[in-house]
């Protein structure tokens, strides 16, 4: 028997025999299943198991998922049964997970009354507390035998202590349902209407919103650049910058290709982009199921995010959006979490084809949230944000922008996309007065319409600016813009906008296909612009004649009599007139 080796057998009563990184973490797999086995039969066997445990506390993914599912049937207000159970998770193509349903069925059959479940919810409550205290041991000897200094250990075990108060205090049982309850006192000494605006002014902390638009308005473009700054610490719409801001961005619409080359044409890279996460194309279940909000308080609760952003809404529910009970769901199921735990949220969605009715789909989507904010492209990098739905009123309700960009050969210059607030004079006079030619020029002078624009294009313009005018006028001041000179166009010297004006929107074209430029109002390929035409090349005065790069201009001597030019020579000799203007 040389050849056999001898297990070792540790004591587990001897400490230096015994190997903290090496143990399986603590569970009650008993527990668990006595738990599963109740909760599938019985409504009031989950609520009284849930205000001892969540999801968090089941050691075995199976058993998680059976618990989401169950909660997901009790908050639709649906009795759980094991058949239903089977029939949810077969249509989330997880079964795997449960054995192909054995694991359903072996739990099912043999179950406590509803009365005795909680007993065993507070062993696997003990079990996870047991489990995150071990888990919090092994990062600390992690820390120690990689040569981690005090000050990262003393952060450690500080990270470790507050999460645990934190959970003692909001998690679970009485304590957790009173915290709902307003303090009268601190209610009323609170001033909302100075809380602080997050930048742009667009939303308050932990408020819902939702930003609707069409396909060529770049909503994911300018959602990004707005995140992307706030989550640095700068300022955004011209608003003074604030603390960052640890954001979620969840995008289900834009490639990584895409999304890298829109965040290098803000200026961001590796090292500068702040508290934001970014989570690309998310494995997350649907937002409207109680799975999937599970999956999304996870991601949240793991990045520590005070905001979340949803790009686009559409990609993240598995409901039909004409149904009201699709967006019902989302908000039962995520919203609400997130606004309870202030965490504010920013919806993208599409315009319906009814573009005058808002965002496509049930108009329930729209009662939830605090804000609505509809961007529409004007043409010429123009933009309009305007607020449609509020609850709060606070904030400006309307935005004027420009939306820059550069060019560096077939790439978007580094640094050189931002979108601005356009700043306009007040018009005065007739300009002044609505309905009015002159209301009209001002109006699409201030939208940046170029001044060759049709009465088809204008038109299109007011309408969207909601702007009423007739036909004749309408004619009368394309024919006036179209007479004036090109000089006399919309102001775009350097003081009005520091930037060139915009080509298209970053991340919409390949790279490595020139000649396929597209027109300002082209915001994605092969979309039409929004506007027939483009916009004219900024008015360049002529150069001043010289005879190369600081040749100061010649200036001849004048006739004294007629003004005109005198000969350089004659003037040499002191002759201050033309001959003939002498002898006249």
Not at 572 to 577: E, K, M, S, V
Request: charged share 20%; proline share 8%; net charge negative.
């Amino acid at each position: 028997m040389e050849n056999v080796r001898h297990m070792n057998h540790r004591d587990p009563a001897d400490p230096a025999d015994f190997d903290v990184l090496s143990t399986q973490a603590p569970h009650d797999t008993e527990a668990e299943a006595l738990v599963i086995g109740a909760v599938m039969h019985d409504a009031a066997a989950y609520h009284a198991c849930a205000a001892i445990i969540d999801r968090d506390d089941f050691y075995h993914p199976a058993h998680r998922l059976l618990w989401d599912t169950v909660a997901g049937l009790v908050a639709a207000g649906t009795p759980p049964h094991p058949v239903l159970i089977r029939a949810e998770i077969d249509n989330l193509g997880r079964l795997r997970e449960v054995e192909g349903g054995n694991t359903i069925n072996r739990l099912g059959a043999d179950y406590l009354p509803a009365t005795s479940a909680p007993h065993f919810a507070e062993q696997i409550s003990e079990a996870a507390r047991k489990r995150r205290y071990d888990e919090h041991a092994n990062r600390l000897k992690s820390a120690v035998l990689s040569g981690a200094p005090g000050e990262d250990l003393d952060a450690l075990v500080a990270d470790f202590t507050h999460a645990e108060q934190l959970r003692e205090s909001t998690g679970h049982g009485p304590a957790h349902l009173v915290a709902a309850i307003l303090n009268w006192g601190t209610f009323f000494a609170t001033d909302f209407g100075a809380i602080q605006l997050l930048p742009g002014k667009l939303m308050g902390p932990g408020q819902q919103i939702t930003v609707v638009g069409d396909g060529k308005a770049g909503k994911s473009l300018f959602c990004q650049e707005w995140m992307w700054r706030m989550a640095t610490g700068q300022s955004f719409l011209g608003d003074k910058p604030q603390a960052p801001v640890r954001i979620l961005y969840l995008d289900a619409e834009n490639g990584q290709e895409q999304v890298q080359e829109r965040f290098l044409s803000f200026g961001a890279g590796p090292l500068t982009m702040g508290e934001l996460q970014y989570a690309s194309f998310p494995p997350v279940r649907p937002l409207d199921t109680a799975a999937g909000g599970a999956d999304l308080l996870a991601l949240v609760k793991a990045t520590e995010a005070d905001l979340v952003v949803i790009d686009t809404v559409s990609r993240f529910i598995s409901g039909p959006e004409n149904d009201a009970d699709t967006w019902l769901g989302l908000y039962r199921h995520t919203l609400l979490p997130l606004k309870r735990d202030r965490v504010g949220s920013i919806r993208l969605d599409h315009f319906g084809k009814d573009k005058d009715r808002g965002g496509r789909g049930s108009s329930a989507k729209t009662q939830d949230v605090d804000h609505v904010w509809e961007l529409s492209y004007q043409g010429g990098g123009a933009l309009t944000l305007k607020r449609t739905h509020t609850r709060t009123g606070i904030g400006p309700d309307h935005f004027s922008l420009l939306r820059q960009s550069q060019r560096d050969g077939d790439n978007w210059a580094v640094g050189g996309t931002r979108h601005v607030v356009m700043t306009h004079e007040a018009p005065s006079g007739m300009a002044a007065v609505p309905g009015t030619v002159e209301h009209i020029i001002s109006v699409l002078d201030r939208a940046r319409v170029p001044n060759d624009a049709s009465n088809r294009a204008v038109r299109q313009t007011l309408v969207d600016l909601q702007v009423p005018a007739g036909n004749a006028k309408i004619a009368d001041a394309v024919a006036i813009r179209k007479a004036r000179p090109e000089s006399s166009s919309i102001d775009r010297s350097p003081k009005a906008f520091p930037e060139p004006l915009p080509e298209g929107v970053p991340g919409t074209r390949s790279r490595n296909t020139p000649g396929t430029e597209e027109t300002p109002a082209q915001m994605v390929p092969g979309t039409p612009a929004e506007h027939p035409g483009t916009p004219p090349v900024p008015h360049v005065p002529p150069s001043k004649r010289g005879n190369g790069e600081g040749t100061p201009e010649r200036t001849d001597p004048l006739c004294t009599t007629c003004t005109r030019p005198l000969d350089p020579t004659w003037a040499a000799y002191g002759h201050t007139t033309h001959t003939t203007c002498t002898t006249t």
